[in-house]
């Protein structure tokens, strides 16, 4: 865990004093910095749903139609 920069973000981001910082769970304190509506990460079964739902069009490799 980048502990820096997580309390950095807590007391200056959220203005937490170091006592409440502190006294925070690492998923409350993600919850408050707004993780959770975050864009997730791109993962293997995320891309390969993608592909199957925009699937290369041959043809279209060199700008051609």
Excluded: S
Excluded at 14 to 28: C, G, H, V
Excluded at 38 to 58: C, G, H, Q, Y
């Amino acid at each position: 865990m980048d502990w820096p920069g997580l309390l950095r973000a807590g007391l200056f981001t959220l203005r937490l004093t170091p006592e409440q910082f502190w006294r925070l769970t690492p998923i409350e304190l993600r919850m408050m910095l707004g993780a959770e509506t975050a864009i997730p990460p791109l993962t293997r079964a995320r891309l390969e749903e993608l592909a199957r739902a925009f699937p290369d069009v041959k043809g279209l490799e060199n700008g051609h139609d």
